[in-house]
Nanobody, 115 residues
């Protein structure tokens, strides 16, 4: 069974930083592309950042230059460093992997950006 568990969300002021993590189990982590999504109330789930098995990264335009995705294959963990947070970044953040022909999701971690 594939499990993804996110952590690191919380309340932060605008301009602040948070580091999310997602620990994976049940897969050969190092061979998979890992994705971070987010979903704000009333909005569709949005792909935020991607990191491939080779470490190539990609970001949605609204977070470029502020967010950094990374991975630690020895710990089966993917990270999302979020800097210069804005109120519009407030959402529930999910990690996702497509493996064995389907998408697996974590339970999500809430990020609240407010003064």
């Amino acid at each position: 069974q594939v499990y993804l568990r996110e952590a690191g969300g919380g309340l932060v002021q605008p301009g602040g930083s948070l580091r999310l993590s997602c620990a994976a189990s049940g897969i050969n982590f190092k061979i998979y592309t890992m994705n971070w999504y987010r979903q704000a109330p009333g909005k569709e789930r949005e792909l935020v950042a991607v990191i491939t098995q080779t470490g190539t990264t990609n970001y949605t335009d609204s977070v470029k230059g502020r967010f950094t995705v990374s991975r630690d294959n020895a710990r089966n963990t993917v990270f999302l460093q979020m800097n210069s947070l804005k109120p519009e970044d407030m959402a529930k953040y999910y990690c996702q992997v497509v493996a064995r022909g389907r998408a697996f999701w974590g339970q999500g971690t809430q990020v609240t950006v407010s003064s």
